[in-house]
């Protein structure tokens, strides 16, 4: 099966049904509940494409670059930008797409009144230190050395850091959103999955074994596959769900003008002391 056939029959179909429910809640009004401004959904969705396209890029290139993992070449159509085949650059595309419209379509049906935010940020330092731990050990998990946890870590090193910014800036802005959260990220996970694993029981694509540590699910699934769809998602969901909510509007205004009156006092400083000198 080649890669844009797995594209075309598994994630064609439901993208282009979450297409037309979103076309068809439009035509009849349907808000967007859960207090989510849906009059931004289409930028914030376009505005992560480009951010996966952007960010996994040279990530993905790397690890086709020192076997991570390979496609088979029959299987493509041959065309590629750097190491990684075109259908991937697709993939990354269509997986944004997927897994922002299931957000969106669950956003005008899961908690359909706008939740009560409770600002914390004791929340938001626990929550970002624990994810800080994880990538630190990711990282000391490369630097060791030890081949079966070489997919493991480049997926966490890579993917913590955005997690970690999401955290620290949203964290109890993301617990108020917890059910619609968990649905937009478990859904698209748990069908990437079985997708994923009908592609490498076609051949389509390989994970060296060598690299990643044996552990399967449904004994063909590597569980770094299943991870990287996991926080791929998580990727996501969070950064739409904290774009589209008005708090985190209110939050960046607040910060910009402590930063401006950080600026304005620094300059009064700096005058007064011009003044002084004189």
Known sequence: MTYFEILVIF???PLALLA???????????????GLNGSRAATVVVAHVV??????????????????????????TGLTLGWVPIEEYTFFVLQSLFSGLMLLTLARRVL???????????????????AGVIWIASVALLLSGWQPGVYLGLILVWALPP????????ADILRAHARLVVLAILLPTIYLCVTDT????????????????GIMLAGVLPMEEALFFLITNVLLVFGMTLMLDGESVVRVQAWRQTVMQWLESKERLKAAGQDDGQ
Not at 20 to 34: F, H, P, S, V
Not at 51 to 76: G, H, K, S
Not at 112 to 130: D, G, K, N, W, Y
Not at 199 to 211: H, N, R, S, V
């Open 11 to 13: 994630i064609g179909p």
């Open 163 to 170: 997690v970690i910014t999401q955290l620290y800036f949203g």
């Open 198 to 213: 009908v592609a490498i029981e076609a051949g389509t694509w390989t994970i060296d074994p060598a690299q990643s540590t």
């Open 112 to 130: 359909v009144r706008p939740p009560a935010i409770r600002p914390s940020l004791a929340l938001r330092q626990v929550t970002t230190a624990a």
């Open 20 to 34: 037309g429910w979103a076309w068809w809640d439009a035509r009849r009004g349907r808000r967007m509940g859960a």
């Open 51 to 76: 951010i996966a396209l952007l960010y996994t890029t040279p990530w993905d290139n790397y690890l086709v670059a020192t076997r991570v993992w390979w496609y088979d070449p029959d299987l493509v």
